[in-house]
């Protein structure tokens, strides 16, 4: 069954320190992975995706994960946190139907919490 | 930017009731889904569709229905509300899509459903 897992519940980090979110996932053939976050009463926002080449995805706010296929994971990082970077992080697969058709299996979330 | 809008943002209905819960999207795109999210549950598909008057079963598709009869607007409707669908839906859309390139779904702001 293709699935993510996204272990924490939770993460705490101190502001300036750096921040791991980690993200495994389980799909047959290559994977497409994203992440997103989400901020309170807001919809999902976009941050960066995985599809091919460079195992080192930068994206929006200076966020970067990894792809390591050896291990079926994609974790999200950043070198330094900031306090406004507390939110809900989702991991998500997408899963390609023949035709073109898409759709994303996510994870449970990680609630990123910031502290000054 | 792609714009996503779900036209309710908080609502409140009575057991039994019919509720829809209307999508609109502004960038032409093929695919459009309606997720649930729910606390240590991620976001769950519940329909998603691929064209217009298309739909397909997401993972919870009970108690629900869709409709597509315009290709930018896609309603959730439950036809009769109970409190376990209490939550927070969350639409999206995204272009069709083939591969190499994996396509980026975006969402909507989120309705708050409250079911009394």
């Known amino acids: 069954a293709q699935s993510v897992a996204q272990p924490e519940d939770q993460v705490n980090v101190a502001e300036g320190n750096p921040l791991t979110v980690k993200c495994t996932y389980s799909?047959?053939?290559?994977?497409?992975l994203f992440w997103y976050v989400q901020y309170p009463n807001r919809g999902l926002q976009f941050l960066l995706k995985?599809?091919?080449?460079?195992?080192l995805v930068k994206g929006s706010y200076g966020f970067e994960a990894e792809f390591n296929k050896s291990q079926t994971s994609f974790h999200l990082k950043k070198p330094s946190a900031l306090v406004s970077d507390s939110a809900l992080y989702f991991c998500?697969?997408?899963?390609?139907?023949?035709?073109?058709?898409?759709?994303?299996?996510f994870g449970a979330g990680t609630r990123l919490a910031v502290h000054p | 930017d792609v714009k996503v809008t779900q036209s309710s943002r908080y609502l409140v209905k009575r057991t039994g009731e019919k509720v829809f819960l209307e999508c609109v999207q502004d960038?032409?795109?093929?695919?459009m889904f309606w997720y649930r999210q729910d606390p240590g549950l991620g976001l769950r598909l519940i329909y998603f569709?691929?064209?217009?008057?298309?739909?397909e079963k997401g993972d919870i598709p009970e108690g629900y229905s869709v409709s597509r009869e315009k290709k930018e607007r896609f309603s959730l409707i439950l036809e009769s509300a109970s409190t376990n669908q209490t939550s927070m839906y969350l639409c999206?859309?995204?272009?069709?899509?083939?591969?190499?390139?994996?396509?980026?779904?975006?969402f909507g702001e989120g309705s708050w459903l409250t079911v009394v």
């Open positions: 999206a859309s995204s272009p069709r899509t083939g591969p190499p390139q994996g396509n980026t779904i975006y």
């Open positions: 799909v047959s053939g290559n994977p497409y």
């Open positions: 995985y599809i091919t080449g460079d195992n």
């Open positions: 998500a697969v997408r899963v390609l139907f023949s035709g073109g058709y898409n759709k994303l299996i």
């Open positions: 960038m032409d795109h093929e695919n």
């Open positions: 569709s691929y064209d217009v008057k298309m739909k």
